[in-house]
């Protein structure tokens, strides 16, 4: 049941009524919460039952291992048993989702030197969401070996944390002890929250549908096309793939935020407009900022962080970007397009000076800002390249369309309302960027709100792509 | 606020809003209208209902765009005629084709069929039967009904590559289509199951601008409404799908060898079928031109196997010719470039339909098809 499709609108209506229906009629301060945590198993039944099993699974072993964790009192058994835990946690990732992998790669490397090894597959299906509940899961049991929470004892609040049905399909990663607390209360209904999330839900359809779709739909018609294309062509299509990924994962977010606000839940927020920013590292404190914290917390922090020197530093920065990659699919693509972020990371710490935040030096000047930014955003959209192709040599094929010459125009009207899209987009935002979300005009009188509604409702209905395209942070 | 209140101005918004974009699609930018379709119990032919919407507004794209006005006639098909029985020593063509023919996408005035009654001259009336999602089954069903009612002399039928696939690889599932099936060591026609009749619901939901913008301009799917049509009919379109993505590898004649050999028993079948069951009427196949750009690379391009099966067939059958049009278009291309694609992106514009309605008269008139009738024709060359 994807968020742009209208039986996620149904099933959010329902559930919103039964939700509150529960609160309001049924004794016990829990009865809505115990019914939100059975909706979301049921959402999750709906792609297919046996994932709840997995997802179950992995719950028990979170709010286990979070008590066990507790109980042993010597440090070094508690960092055997979080090892223990950890190892779990990314063995069941890793059988599901890296196993076919890393068996392929074995099996072509094993070829490559004259060995011939027969593949292995378990025919496993990959289950949605796996990897935001494993990471989350991971996050409060370090979270308890760190000692920064406490463990719940609370088995509602924690199953119903990991499972919350919006944050289950494409996160955003938030942290337990951030999630717990708000589950483990009595739930009241907050109207200003819950209207706020509807404005929310409806401006992440409009950028997921009406930017995202639309635009993807031709972006895929260039790549299908790769070997015909010409330069503009390429240029064209990974300029706009960086404006639909933006559009898609960050308008599910919007989607996932807005419909927890439904249910006075507040996720953490995972975007704060990246392509204003200037440098890649303040790239990624705005782009997938639950991943990029998660990443920094527990693998870049674990390593040793900035307290080493500066080759270990350097491999440290490596190794988190690697492991992001590979975090988001078990493909040498994702493994590219994490080293060139790693090796982006690598030039700009080397290269400047550490900043505390990403605004620019006095000096720098806004010409130079506005230079550095349009670098980063270039560094970021050549990278995008390796996310997009399906293998490594296709995106080497449609990089090298770059050399040959370009169309006649009229090849180009395709692109011209996608391009003015992207553009009216990222101008609205960059006046709204103070916001918290493109259509947060809760100050504004009520007929000017309707009228904001009602465009923007319009805007999806005449322009937005109703066939339900799927999200591309899903599959991850 | 309480929860209920909440929801309780969340459906008055939600109506609100629906309100607004029925207006909105009824007279700003129109929802394409579509004839209601119906199904004879006697004959089982499907055609568009002259008892019901006699004509209507077809529009094209998310942002509605006006493509043209279409008219049923009494007997059911969009055409500006009357139909009637051919007359003794008169002639009459009966073209047959799926939404090309049809022609939703072009003002009446300037469909296939009016062209080519224009060509052919006064006295040549070309009577169309033209149905979207049609295939190679449904000609050879409909030739029937059609020379029992109003006798042609001739007949010409618009086939795309997905028309004959459709036949012959999807075939059965449909229930209210003829179709075919394996039987021994060849085929046989299985009638439709069931009779059409557009449910209540459909027919309400049709009066709806919204839910026509729905299903016609944005082609959703809504649940339980199917408007017109039946859900999981193959369509030609499908299959032409395929054909141009298999189109696009530029394949060989001898790469596409088997897959010819795959379909040439169900297109003879059926080829077969059609001869017999009008006998001694010429017929010509005039094989669809490629609606997208650019036609240029056409010459020395393999037929799509289907294609390729269908003009062996023909030439198998001296009653049978198999007009390739992809040659007309792509000399018309070469003169003018002008495009052939309709606002739909799917469908011929009136320019195709021109080039196709010359080159099929041209062809009539060279192969001396309606030699037999006193008709005289007033075709130029292709």
Known sequence: MLFTSYRYGVFVFFAFALVWLAARYVRGSRANTVLLLLLSYGFYALWDWRWCLLLAAITVSGYAGGLWLDAGRARPRQKLRLALLVVLNLGVLGLFKYFAFFADSFSALAAHVGIHVDEVTLGLILPIGISYYTFQNLSYLIDVYRRTMSPTRDAVAFAGSLAFFPQLLAGPITRPRDLIPQFARRREFDAELAQDGLRQVLWGLVKKMVIADNIGARVDVVWAGRRHANSLEVLLAMVLYSVQIYCDFSGYADIAIGTAKLFNVRLSRNFDYPYFAVGIRAFWRRWHMTLSSWARDYIYISLGGNRVSRWRRNANVMLTFLAIGLWHGADWTFVAWGALHGLYNVVETTLGRPRANDRPPRPMGRRLAVSGGVLTFAAVTFAWVFFRAPTLRAAFVFLSRLAVAPGPLSTYRPFVPLVLASAGLFTYEWFTRRWEHGLAVGRLSVPVRWVVYLTACMVLLLTGYLGARSGIYVQF | MTPFRFLVRFVVFVLVFVALSEAWLRYVTPASEQPIYRQSRTTLVYSADPHAARSGLSTEQRVPRRLATWHVNDAGWLSPYRYVRRRPGGALIALFGDSYVEGLSVAQSQHLDVDLHGLMGPRVPVYAFGMSGWYLEQYV????????????????????????????????????????????????????????????????????????????????????????????????????????????????????????????????????????????????????????????????????????????????????????????????????????????????NAHADAVAAAAIAASIDSWHLLAGSDASSGAGSP
């Open chain 2, 141 to 348: 069903a409909t030739a029937r009904y059609v020379r029992a009612t109003y006798d042609p002399d001739l007949i010409v039928i618009l086939v795309g590559e997905g028309d004959v696939s459709a036949s012959v690889r999807r075939s059965g599932g449909f229930p209210y289509w003829y179709h075919i099936v394996p039987s021994g060591s060849g085929f046989r026609e299985v009638p439709p199951t069931q009779v059409y009749a557009v449910s209540r619901k459909a027919a309400l939901a049709h009066k709806s601008a919204l839910i026509r913008y729905l299903r016609y301009n944005a082609h959703a799917q809504i649940p339980g409404v199917h408007g017109n049509d039946v859900e999981g009919a193959p369509t030609g379109a499908d299959a032409d799908d395929l054909g141009r993505s298999a189109e696009s590898q530029t394949p060989s004649a001898e790469s596409e060898r088997p897959e010819v050999e795959s379909v040439l028993p169900a297109t003879r079948f059926l080829v077969d079928r059609l001869c017999a069951d009008n006998p001694g009427v010429p017929i010509v196949f005039a094989a669809r031109g490629d609606r997208y750009l650019p036609v240029d690379a056409v010459n020395g391009r393999p037929l799509a196997p289907e294609m390729e099966a269908l003009r062996e067939v023909c030439a198998e059958q001296p009653q049978c010719h198999f007009l390739d049009l992809r040659m007309p278009f792509s000399l018309d291309w070469a003169r003018h470039h002008e495009r052939f694609e309709a606002l739909d992106g799917a469908h011929y």
